[in-house]
């Protein structure tokens, strides 16, 4: 059955970092674009970042560009998402997702467009 695991979460001070992972399963992961998003309480599912079956291609929400890096590691079946800088609005429970298209584009900002989800990672920004 398919699989996707996110680690890493927890609590740290503004200003600091966190390496988020997922791991995936059940799947041919190298042939599947990834997405991170996260959800605050109250708030609806927010885009993160979107990496292609490759690698090659990137795109961040413009609320973490310049802070958080996503990357995969397609012989590990994992992605990563290197998160610095951290701010008290990112604060949510981070979740990765699976899209069969392969790619990373403007439209992976849109949660329906993903197959798989994993069942998230709590990061807590503090202050």
């Known amino acids: 059955q398919v699989q996707l695991v996110e680690s890493g979460g927890g609590l740290v001070q503004a200003g600091g970092s966190l390496r988020l992972s997922c791991a995936a399963s059940g799947f041919t992961f190298s042939r599947y674009g990834m997405g991170w998003f996260r959800q605050a309480p109250g708030k609806e599912r927010e885009f993160v970042a979107a990496?292609?079956?490759?690698?090659?291609?990137?795109y961040y929400a413009d609320s973490v560009k310049g802070r958080f890096t996503i990357s995969r590691d397609n012989a590990k079946n994992t992605i990563y998402l290197q998160m610095n800088s951290l701010k008290p609005e990112d604060t949510a429970v981070y979740y990765c997702?699976?899209?069969?298209?392969?790619?990373?584009?403007?439209?992976?900002?849109?949660?329906?467009?993903?197959?798989?989800w994993g069942q998230g990672t709590q990061v807590t920004v503090s202050s």
């Open positions: 997702a699976a899209d069969l298209s392969g790619r990373a584009e403007y439209n992976s900002r849109y949660y329906g467009k993903y197959d798989y």
């Open positions: 990496i292609s079956w490759s690698g090659v291609t990137v």
